[in-house]
T-cell receptor
Framework: GAVVSQHPSWVICKSGTSVKIECRSLDFQATTMFWYRQFPKQSLMLMATSNEGSKATYEQGVEKDKFLINHASLTLSTLTVTSAHPEDSSFYIC?????????????FGPGTRLTVT | AQSVSQHNHHVILSEAASLELGCNYSYGGTVNLFWYVQYPGQHLQLLLKYFSGDPLVKGIKGFEAEFIKSKFSFNLRKPSVQWSDTAEYFCAVKGAGTALIFGKGTTLSVSS
């Protein structure tokens, strides 16, 4: 089945530093990847839609200069949290849509827990 | 704007009890509907999906859901839950855009 990986699975960083999270589709190509944020015991909030070779589309209220998204290839998208602050601490989840499959099913990564101290 | 509402925040059941989790969405056009499950410490997994055709959809692990267009609903059901069904359940809809919009989730706790 389709597998999406994320790296790292857990990261702790100091306030003011930047953190990069990778999302990879391991056995399929994904023109579109999505980045979500999940707070404890809450739903997934879509942050942005990432399309290979073009700029990401951010949801209302998401700071594009703070959450930099790059989708340089059909199997890799990265989310960089710049100048992280404690309020950015959260669980970040990516998902990818199979280029070949006709369905709109998305495959989710295991998530990255970010803790900013 | 599209939205998804899940009526139950936390459901507590005993093993063998029947389960129904409510999900309503707001979007007047063609929708694709999904139920995802997140077991403790694990990532989201697809339980079932509806795109078209038979409104009664069967998924994995004995789950099923019924799409009722007139009610904008896509409720999840299971006739007899097991302790291993303890998890967070999310309803999601894909409408006009490509992204999925998720409901707030329902925590299911099953006691043995």
């Amino acid at each position: 089945g389709a597998v999406v990986s994320q790296h790292p699975s857990w990261v702790i960083c100091k306030s003011g530093t930047s953190v990069k999270i990778e999302c990879r589709s391991l056995d399929f190509q994904a023109t579109t990847m999505f980045w979500y944020r999940q707070f404890p015991k809450q739903s997934l909030m879509l942050m942005a839609t990432s399309n290979e070779g073009s700029k990401a589309t951010y949801e209302q209220g998401v700071e594009k200069d703070k959450f930099l998204i790059n989708h340089a290839s059909l199997t890799l998208s990265t989310l960089t949290v710049t100048s992280a602050h404690p309020e950015d601490s959260s669980f970040y989840i990516c998902s990818a849509r199979d280029l070949v499959a006709s369905s709109y099913e998305q495959y989710f990564g295991p998530g990255t827990r970010l803790t900013v101290t | 704007a599209q939205s998804v509402s899940q009526h139950n925040h936390h459901v507590i059941l005993s093993e063998a009890a029947s389960l129904e989790l409510g999900c309503n969405y707001s979007y007047g056009g063609t929708v694709n509907l999904f139920w995802y499950v997140q077991y403790p410490g694990q990532h989201l997994q697809l339980l079932l999906k509806y795109f078209s055709g038979d409104p009664l959809v069967k998924g994995i692990k004995g789950f099923e859901a019924e799409f009722i267009k007139s009610k904008f609903s896509f409720n999840l059901r299971k006739p007899s839950v097991q302790w291993s069904d303890t998890a967070e359940y999310f309803c999601a809809v894909k409408g006009a855009g490509t992204a999925l919009i998720f409901g707030k989730g329902t925590t299911l706790s099953v006691s043995s």
